[in-house]
């Protein structure tokens, strides 16, 4: 009977109360830090495939810097030096802008071409013949 009386009193009930509640808070703490540390360790691992992608382009850079033909084009082009016999031609900036913009003009016509060259389906052509489209 005491027991009884001792589980229904007041006291034990708020005791009991603030003993959920506090742990409660404490997992809840807990499982917000683990939520916060779960997201820094995404971040740390998406830093780290990034810095190794990175890595793996500067060794492919070092590789072909290592090459005697890198060498010798970055010679030519930076430094302006020519092997025995062979002369440098310097183009304007404007005539290069020029046969930039002639190349690219080419490429859309030749690209123009292949389209019209590739064959259609016979009911296109007899609307295209209908209407007049070439």
Known sequence: ??????????I??????????????????????????SKELKKVEDKIKNL???????????????DPSFLEKEARQKLNLQKEGESVVIVPKEVEDKLQKLATEQAEEKKL????????AN???WIYYFIGKK
């Open 12 to 37: 034990v009930t708020y005791f009991l109360i603030l003993a959920v509640m506090w742990t409660s808070i404490v997992t809840i703490k807990r499982g917000y830090s683990k939520w916060l540390m």
């Open 123 to 125: 009911w296109l052509s």
């Open 1 to 10: 009977m005491e027991w009884n009386k001792l589980l229904s009193s007041k």
């Open 113 to 120: 071409e292949e389209k019209r060259a590739e064959p259609i």
């Open 52 to 66: 190794g992608q990175s890595n793996e382009k500067l060794v492919a850079l070092i590789k072909d810097m290592q």
